[in-house]
T-cell receptor
Framework: QKEVEQNSGPLSVPEGAIASLNCTYS??????FFWYRQYSGKSPELIMS????GDKEDGRFTAQLNKASQYVSLLIRDSQPSDSATYLC???????????FGAGTRLFVKA | NAGVMQNPRHLVRRRGQEARLRCSPM?????VYWYRQLPEEGLKFMVY????????ESGMPKERFSAEFPKEGPSILRIQQVVRGDSAAYFC???????????????FGNGTRLTVT
C-alpha cells in the first residue's frame, strides 16, 4: 500500500513567522510531487508542484524535495492569517497515473 | 475559461436511494479523477477515467459504486443503494494529457456534498 504521511497538526505559528510543513512518501519511483491548500468546506487548490531534487520557490512559498530520503517539504515565509488552512501533500503514483494524497496538516497563523 | 464543473453542490438521499454525481472537466483536459473526502480526513482516490475508458478503479468499493466517462457528456459517479457511511464530499479533478515523466497537477471542482439520511 503506497502511502503519503503528514503530521496532522495543528501547526500554530505567529503572523510573520516561517511555517514548515513536512511529508514523507513510500513509493521510491515517484516522480511528481505537489502541495495543495484546502480551506474549510472548499476544494483543494494547487500551490506548488516539484519534480526534481532541490528547492523551488514561488513567492512566499518554497517546496523542497529529497528523493533519496523520500521527503518533501513546504515552507511558507511571512505567514499571514489568510494562510490558515489544511495543506495536502500529494505524490504521483508510478504504478498507474493516480495521485495519492496525505491526510493533510492543519495550519493556524495567529495574528 | 471554465474550470472543472461539478453538480449538484449538495445532494441529500435517503438510505437505499441512488446518488448520481456529475463532472465536466476543464476544457482541453481528457483525464478525470474522482476522490472521496470524509470529514477531517484526506482525499481518497476512487477512480481514474479517460473518454470511454476506466483506467484505474482500484479505489472504488467493489459493490454499489460505478463510474463512467462517455464520449459525449460529463463523467458520472453513481452510488446505488446509498448507506449513511457514503456521506462525504466527492471531488472530481481533471488534468491534461501527460507531457512529462510523472503526473500533471490536478484541477479540482467544487465538490458534491452527499448526505445520506
Amino acid at each position: 500500500q503506497k502511502e503519503v504521511e503528514q503530521n496532522s497538526g495543528p501547526l500554530s505559528v505567529p503572523e510573520g513567522a516561517i511555517a514548515s510543513l513536512n511529508c514523507t512518501y513510500s513509493d521510491r519511483g515517484s516522480q511528481s510531487f505537489f502541495w495543495y491548500r484546502q480551506y474549510s468546506g472548499k476544494s483543494p487548490e494547487l500551490i506548488m508542484s516539484i519534480y526534481s531534487n532541490g528547492d523551488k520557490e514561488d513567492g512566499r512559498f518554497t517546496a523542497q524535495l529529497n528523493k533519496a530520503s523520500q521527503y518533501v517539504s513546504l515552507l511558507i515565509r511571512d505567514s499571514q492569517p489568510s494562510d490558515s488552512a489544511t495543506y495536502l501533500c500529494a505524490v504521483g503514483d508510478t504504478g498507474g497515473f493516480k495521485t495519492i494524497f496525505g491526510a493533510g496538516t492543519r495550519l493556524f497563523v495567529k495574528a | 475559461n471554465a474550470g472543472v464543473m461539478q453538480n449538484p453542490r449538495h445532494l441529500v438521499r435517503r438510505r437505499g436511494q441512488e446518488a448520481r454525481l456529475r463532472c465536466s472537466p476543464m476544457k482541453g483536459h481528457s483525464h478525470v479523477y474522482w476522490y472521496r473526502q470524509l470529514p477531517e480526513e484526506g482525499l481518497k482516490f476512487m477512480v481514474y477515467l479517460q473518454k470511454e475508458n476506466i483506467i484505474d478503479e482500484s479505489g472504488m468499493p467493489k459493490e454499489r459504486f460505478s463510474a463512467e466517462f462517455p464520449k459525449e457528456g460529463p463523467s458520472i459517479l453513481r452510488i446505488q443503494q446509498v448507506v449513511r457511511g457514503d456521506s462525504a464530499a466527492y471531488f472530481c479533478a481533471s488534468s491534461p494529457p501527460y507531457d512529462r515523466v510523472g503526473n500533471s497537477p490536478l484541477h479540482f471542482g467544487n465538490g458534491t456534498r452527499l448526505t445520506v439520511t
